[in-house]
């Protein structure tokens, strides 16, 4: 379908190609060029971490981490409020995924009821900073993992930029994951990255992330040596071109937020008068960097019929997300059910992602809300909508 205003749109400069067009005329070093590097020294200063590790994808970083803290056999806490690959990692990385539910302001790991899922054999939390600000519950997480010697792996992979009193989602754990991927604050299509301050688990990472190889003073590529291989490992790395696109955004983060920010902020204001839906609006503390735009809807009813309302104007939603435990493979193989997390269920079936993006015209934002607001006045009229009031 062709839609007259989408999800999103990816934003790129000259430079972003520049970027890479350098990479594709020097004819070599396209696997293990001096981006990755500079890539990763970047993205592991704009966080005050100590060490980064770049990634083909999020899920792959994720995946490494996981691997890396040694979570075999072991109770793993997440969300089901959540991209389904925060899960599935945690599976393939032989840990045992624990669900727990979601808090009502920012979408993240409720403290209280992650506190009632540890057990003795819970290794680590797995909370997600959703949509672009930082968990309200991060700070509260932590304290848990040091109480009960728990790791916490964040999941940033929405959030990169975001901050709680001034302190940057990625900071907080252990260890945090942030994706790349097409619709990210910043993206290079695919690609993730690992930050921590751990020495060990990132030399354990670099290995995992490059089939389990000891790495050598000369570049793998440009070596004659043989290397030696420690342990099992997968073929996880970015490429050059990727790493020097990613690069190339990063280094304007900060004003792709605030225009997101701005945008952001026009679509508050025009729908601001309509009562019916619930905006994100957080308070001073937090910078919400906006990576979605999430609106909050009375029940299913009315997002779904929003939802299709919007979709007959050629314009386009997505419902971020769905419950993890209630997919078909989750339900199988550890025997979810519905019912199981009755306050992510309901959220789940409340949340509407609006069409959002760097370039958003004042004309798109003008007819995305008009649209929204026309769809609850004829709501209104409806007698279904008055035997419910």
């Known amino acids: 379908m062709t839609w007259k205003i989408p999800l999103f749109k990816i934003g790129w400069t000259p430079d972003d190609v520049a970027a890479v067009k350098n990479v594709i005329e020097r004819g070599t070093f396209w696997a293990s060029g001096p981006e990755i590097e500079a890539l990763e020294i970047a993205l592991a200063e704009y966080h005050g971490q100590k060490h980064c590790l770049v990634f083909n994808s999020g899920t792959s970083a994720l995946h490494a981490a996981l691997l890396a803290h040694d979570v075999k056999g072991k109770e793993v806490i997440v969300p089901s409020f959540t991209f389904i690959s925060g899960v599935n990692t945690v599976v393939l990385a032989g840990g045992i995924p624990v669900f727990a ?33 930082v968990s309200r519950d991060i700070a509260k997480l932590r304290q848990l993992c040091d109480k009960h010697d728990l790791i916490l792996i964040e999941d940033a992979a929405e959030s990169i930029g975001s901050t709680l009193n001034g302190k940057k989602a ?11 991927c097409q619709n990210k604050i910043i993206t290079s299509g695919e690609g993730g ?50 790493a020097a696109l990613c690069h ?14 701005t945008i952001a902020r026009k679509i508050s204001e025009r729908l601001s008068n309509v009562k019916e839906i619930s905006l994100p609006l957080l308070p001073p503390e937090y910078r919400h960097v906006y990576q979605m735009y999430t609106i909050l809807l009375k029940d299913k009813k009315t997002r779904d019929g929003l939802q299709q309302h919007l979709e007959k104007q050629s314009i386009m939603t997505k419902v971020y997300f769905n419950c993890v435990h209630l997919k078909t493979y989750y339900r199988k193989a550890f025997g979810h059910e519905e019912g199981d997390l009755p306050f992510t269920e309901q959220l789940s079936d409340r949340v509407l992602t609006l069409p959002f993006y760097p370039g958003m015209t004042d004309e798109e934002i003008h007819s995305l809300c008009e649209h929204i607001a026309s769809f609850f ?6 007698p279904t909508f008055r035997d419910n009031k």
């Open 248 to 261: 190339s955004q990063l280094k304007r983060v900060d004003k792709i937020i605030e225009e997101r920010q």
């Open 193 to 242: 990255a690992i930050v921590t301050d751990d020495d060990a688990i990132y030399h354990k990472m670099k290995m995992i992330r490059s089939h389990g190889r000891l790495e050598l003073e000369e570049d793998y590529f440009s070596s004659v040596k043989d290397n030696d291989y420690l342990e099992l490992g997968y073929n996880d790395r970015m490429s050059s071109m990727t």
């Open 101 to 133: 539910e979601s808090e009502s302001e920012t979408f993240g790991l409720d403290t209280n009821d992650v506190e009632k899922k540890i057990t003795k054999n819970t290794k680590a939390i797995v909370p997600i900073h959703y949509g672009g600000a």
């Open 377 to 382: 006045q004829s709501f209104k009229k409806s």
């Open 170 to 180: 990625g900071t907080y754990g252990h260890s945090a994951m942030f994706s790349f």
